[in-house]
């Protein structure tokens, strides 16, 4: 059973910083991208930055410059540090990563969410 935690949400003032966390845990194989994504209220579901393997990086224009994806392939961890936040950063953010799991290894890899971190940025 593979599971995502995330952690590192919460409330800013806008200027502020957080830095949000992801562990995927279980018996994973492998691990392709990772990523976050955010949903603010009344909106649809958008991506903020995705880091694939060989450590590319991909991110939505509004946090460029801001926003900082990384990831720990020791730990399966993936990190967003969030600089210089802004109130329409405010949303629930979700990690999302693409791997195989282990019982699973000749399937291709499959997406998998966690449940969702809140980040309010108050101005």
């Known amino acids: 059973q593979v599971q995502l935690v995330e952690s590192g949400g919460g409330l800013v003032q806008a200027g502020g910083s957080l830095r949000l966390s992801c562990a995927a845990s279980?018996?994973?194989?492998?691990?392709?991208?990772m990523g976050w994504y955010r949903q603010a209220p009344g909106k649809e579901r958008e991506l903020v930055a995705t880091?694939?393997?060989?450590?590319?990086?991909n991110y939505a224009d509004s946090v460029k410059g801001r926003f900082t994806i990384s990831r720990d392939n020791t730990k399966n961890t993936v990190y967003l540090q969030m600089n210089s936040l802004k109130p329409e950063d405010t949303a629930v953010y979700y990690c999302?990563?693409?791997?195989?799991?282990?019982?699973?290894?000749?399937?291709?890899?499959?997406?998998?969410w966690g449940l969702g971190t809140q980040v309010t940025v108050s101005s």
């Open positions: 880091i694939f393997s060989g450590d590319y990086t």
């Open positions: 279980g018996s994973i194989f492998d691990i392709n991208h």
């Open positions: 999302n990563v693409q791997l195989r799991a282990a019982v699973l290894f000749r399937l291709p890899p499959r997406d998998y």
